[in-house]
């Protein structure tokens, strides 16, 4: 039993989810596209809301839509709904404890459980929690710029991924 508690750890390389034949030029291109897109419109976002730290967990979010688009931490319901639930989270914390370190663990573990009780499992909105406390957000900030950000990511997501054959954006919405 322990023996194949620990054989776990060492991984089934049968089962990647990535090889060297799957990366080609134009997947590269379509990759860096959106990308470009989605975190420049993140940046300006940003930039008018004097929010640096929204970059990061949204700069995650990219990662998935425009190289992992596939996968289900990717898809629409997943980002939007994961970063408003986590936003959400954050905001009350925040409102309700402060700027503490164990507000920080309150709010990222209640957003974890909420995406998870809400299947819109999303990890960049674990750090969307996070900013939300560290920065001190009202309730406006679910909204925007988190909601618009999060949509904005998405539209850019269904639009250049779907520009290659080989791709499909979304697999599902809901």
């Known amino acids: 039993m322990v023996r194949s508690y620990f054989c776990k ?27 470009f897109a989605g975190i420049g ?20 979010s990219a990662v998935l839509l425009y190289a992992a688009c596939h996968v289900p931490m990717a898809q ?5 709904g994961g970063h ?3 936003a959400l989270m954050g905001v ?6 402060a700027s503490t370190w164990w507000a920080y663990a309150i709010g990222v573990s209640l957003a974890i459980v ?14 969307t929690a996070f900013v939300a406390i560290y920065t001190g957000q009202s309730f406006e900030f679910i909204i925007s710029p988190v909601g618009l950000g999060a949509v904005c990511l998405v539209l850019i997501a269904l639009l250049v991924n779907n520009l290659s054959p080989k791709r499909q954006y979304p697999k599902y919405w809901y």
């Open 76 to 80: 629409p319901r997943n980002v939007i």
């Open 114 to 127: 909420a995406m998870m009780l809400t299947g819109t499992l999303h990890p960049p909105g674990g750090a």
């Open 9 to 35: 750890m060492i991984g089934d390389k049968s089962n990647s989810n990535c090889s060297i034949k799957d990366i080609c030029i134009k997947n590269i291109s379509i990759t860096a596209l959106g990308s």
């Open 84 to 86: 408003i639930i986590s």
């Open 41 to 60: 419109m993140i940046a300006y976002l940003a930039e008018c809301y004097s929010l640096a730290l929204l970059l990061p967990s949204f700069g995650a």
């Open 92 to 97: 009350i914390t925040y409102q309700l404890f």
